[in-house]
T-cell receptor, first 113, second 113 residues
Framework: SQTIHQWPATLVQPVGSPLSLECTVE??????LYWYRQAAGRGLQLLFY??????ISSEVPQNLSASRPQDRQFILSSKKLLLSDSGFYLC????????????FGQGTRLTVV | GENVEQHPSTLSVQEGDSAVIKCTYS??????FPWYKQELGKRPQLIID?????GEKKDQRIAVTLNKTAKHFSLHITETQPEDSAVYFC????????????FGRGTSLIVHP
């Protein structure tokens, strides 16, 4: 069966520090991968999606970036965090080429102080 | 691109009452409509979905209806229980392309015992 791992679960970072959140998927090949941000417990804002290794599409201009160095690994990064980057970050995957549900990771609660 | 509107943003009901959450979408090419439930601090998880070749689908106390002509779909929860309290998201996906799901802004359902 397929599983998705996302870490860390909780993160407190000072303004201006870098960020790296990692997500890995097991049990499937060549998935679609997504990063969402959820502010104030509501609304799923799509940040990035990837349909293959090295293929990243950005939905919202910001100081965040994403990379997909391996087929089942998706990384969300920032060189310098802003206070406004605080939120609940969710990684998700879906089967590529098929119209089915998305499966979410456990999420990372990021607080920028 | 697709745009999904979801109403209401907050819904408060008494235990045993019914709850209805409505969503509209803009792109007639959308043909897959999942609903997710997100409990506090947890990841969204699929509770029911419907495809465009079906008008209604039921699973115990929850049901979803779809009106493709009007481009709207609804979630119905009957005999609500306190454990139904959560944020519910509707989504729409377009067949073809990257199959990126577009989510509504969410409905916070509160069931009072």
């Amino acid at each position: 069966s397929q599983t998705i791992h996302q870490w860390p679960a909780t993160l407190v970072q000072p303004v201006g520090s870098p960020l790296s959140l990692e997500c890995t998927v097991e049990g499937t090949s060549n998935p679609n991968l997504y990063w969402y941000r959820q502010a104030a417990g509501r609304g799923l804002q799509l940040l990035f999606y990837s349909v293959g290794i090295g293929q990243i599409s950005s939905e919202v201009p910001q100081n965040l970036s994403a990379s997909r160095p391996q087929d089942r690994q998706f990384i969300l990064s920032s060189k310098k965090l802003l206070l406004s980057d605080s939120g609940f970050y969710l990684c998700a995957w879906s089967v590529i080429g098929v119209n089915t549900e998305a499966f979410f990771g456990q999420g990372t609660r990021l607080t920028v102080v | 691109g697709e745009n999904v509107e979801q109403h209401p943003s907050t819904l408060s009901v008494q235990e045993g009452d019914s709850a209805v959450i409505k969503c509209t979408y803009s792109d007639s090419a959308s043909n897959y409509f999942p609903w997710y439930k997100q409990e506090l601090g947890k990841r969204p998880q699929l509770i029911i979905d419907i495809r465009s070749n079906v008008g209604e689908k039921k699973d115990q106390r929850i049901a979803v209806t779809l009106n493709k002509t009007a481009k709207h779909f609804s979630l119905h929860i009957t005999e609500t229980q306190p454990e139904d309290s959560a944020v519910y998201f509707c989504a729409a996906r377009i067949s073809g392309g990257s199959y990126i799901p577009t989510f509504g802004r969410g409905t916070s359902l509160i069931v009072h015992p």
